[in-house]
Structures are given as C-alpha cells and as structure tokens.
C-alpha cells in the first residue's frame, strides 16, 4: 500500500420449473453462477503462486529493477497459461509517468453476452514493494520481499484470472490488472486510468485487493476502503450470502479510500472502485520490512477468502444492471 507509516510507528495499515424459453435461460444462467459456489480454489496454487512472488529473484519488486521484471514476466506467463489474453497488443502497458521502464500487466477476459461486455470490470492489485533496503537490513537480510503488501492481493487477483479465464461464464468483460509503481505514488494505475478514460472505457466498477495475507479478529472477513461511497459493501455480503466485508474506522481515519490503485479510477470514472484488505493496524507489524515474508502469510485464510470472493465476482460480472452504485 502507498507510504503512509508516518503517521504510525512500524506499521500502517428460486428458479421457476423451466417450461418456457425465458425461464430455460434463467435457469441456464443460474447453473452457470453456482459454479462459483462449487469451484474449488485450491491452496496449493495459492501458496505457489505467492512463494514465487515473494522468492529472493525478484529482488523485492521495485518498480524500474530487474527485480520487478522478472515478476512481471512471471505474471504474463500465468496469465497465458490461464487463457487470459492481452488487453493491449501485449499484457505490457508500459509507463509514461515514471523514470524507469516499468510495466502493468492487463489481461482481457471478453464477456460473453453481446450487450453487457461493452462494460467492464477490473480486478486489481500491485505487485510492486519497495526493493532492496538501503541500509543494513535485519540480520543480513535486505530484501523486502512484500508478501502481505501486496503479494497476497496479487495472488487474489491471479487465481479470480484463473477462474474466468477457465469459466468464461462472465457476461461484462473483465481487466485483470496487475499495477506498478504504486509505492511511489500510486503510477500504474493513475497511467491505466488515464488510458481506458481516453479509449472511453465503459468501467462499471473496479475491486482492488491489498494486504489479504493474515486474518483478521472481526465479525467480517476483509474491510472494504471507502464504505460509505457506494453500496459496494452490501452488494458484496449480498453476493457472498454472508458478512464477508464490514467497516473498519480506521480506515477512515488514516484515508485508506485514496491510498491504492482503486483512487485514480475513481477519480477518472465516478464510479464504484474501492479496495478490499485484512490489515487491520494490529495484525501485522511487519509494513515495510523485510520480515514481509511468505513463511508469515497464512495461506489458510487466504485460500477461504478468495473462495468467498469468486461468487462474489461472478455475480458482480454478470448482474443484469449496475447493481453496484454511488451513493
């Protein structure tokens, strides 16, 4: 998440019987929205996926390194392998708002129904960290390896991919967006948001993941940034059939809403695009340092959430009309 830890030490953040043909397609589209129910996310491809984010090759990711280009091309990689396409004439969508070479990952997944895919829907996370510490680092170690911040929503973001790139049962056409250069000001997706508002995207809403690596105590799994904005919460815990997000006031305190990358599309679009997360100020004290590791992250949780999450997507993709709006 973008720096903000000054302000605190160490750590921020019924179907009918079908016997017409309407009532055939609905119970058609009905079968196809359980799979989310009955899809299984595996926590094998969940701990894979983020050991390899987190490994020591990729030099913890800072936008403009060798580090975070090899993360990037592992990110092309899966996203290939997982029948998801290029949004642009390559999954590259490279920066003009930063010094270095440096480069968000856009996969394209098109909706299946002829009106609804002209609308999209972004899943989002960043998968740049803060690099190699300057000074000494803890015990020899100065990789910040970034595995809750935000490895954790990367691989959020890399198994809904895998999911609808293997469904296809999305009706609205779907970015998979992986952002750089967030820890610098939030870049990637300022650069992103800019482009599809030229291309006039027609962006129904936007969900970002960031820091799902540890559970929190609550009677709600995630916190969601900007909860009074839009009914985003409720539509969520609606979709889920469970409180799977609530209010954390902290969030609101600290401005969380404008500290990652779902701000800059709502800033362009006016529409829903807020960020879900786990950190809860309490849970987790190692923000910006290189104990951010993969042995901390309870993949566990992490496999159940993003469980939870897939009904959650898959009816936020195919609702008949924009279910989720402002308030």
Do not use: W
């Amino acid at each position: 998440m973008k720096k903000i830890f000054y302000l605190i030490p160490l750590f921020i953040f019924s179907c009918k019987t079908a016997t017409s043909v309407n009532d055939k397609d609905i119970l058609e589209e009905n079968v196809k929205s359980s799979y989310a129910f009955t899809y299984k996310v595996e926590e094998k491809s969940v701990s894979e996926t983020l050991k390899t984010l987190t490994s020591d090759a990729f030099e913890g990711r800072e936008a403009g390194t060798p580090g975070i280009q090899k993360a990037s091309v592992f990110l092309e990689e899966y996203l290939k392998k997982n029948n998801v396409k290029p949004y642009f004439s390559s999954y590259r969508d490279t920066l003009t708002n930063f010094k270095l070479p440096t480069v968000n990952i856009v996969g394209y997944i098109e909706g299946n129904d002829p009106v609804l895919k002209n609308e999209f829907v972004i899943f989002g996370a960043h998968y740049d960290h803060i690099g190699i510490s300057k000074d000494g680092g803890v015990n020899g170690d100065k990789i910040n390896n970034g595995a809750n911040d935000d490895a954790s929503g990367v691989t959020a973001v890399a198994e809904i991919a895998k999911y609808f790139g293997t469904s296809k049962t999305n009706k609205r056409s779907i970015l998979v967006v992986f952002f750089t250069a967030e820890e610098v000001g939030l870049l990637g997706s300022e650069h992103l948001a800019e482009k599809l508002k030229k291309k006039n995207v027609n962006l129904y809403s936007m969900l970002n993941f960031e820091m799902i690596g540890v559970p929190m105590t609550a009677d709600y799994t995630a916190y969601i940034t900007g909860f009074s904005k839009s009914n985003m919460a409720s539509k969520i815990n609606d979709y889920a059939g469970k409180k799977l997000v609530g209010y954390l006031p902290m969030e609101f305190q600290y401005q969380l809403f404008m500290r990652s990358d779902n701000y800059p599309f709502f800033q362009k679009f006016n529409v829903p695009c807020q960020t879900v997360c786990t950190f809860d100020f309490e849970n987790f004290p190692y923000y910006h340092h290189v104990d951010d590791e993969f042995e901390l992250m309870d993949t566990k949780h992490m496999t159940s959430f993003i469980q939870d999450i897939l009904p959650v997507a898959e009816q936020m993709v195919n609702a008949k009309t924009k279910e989720i709006v402002l308030k």
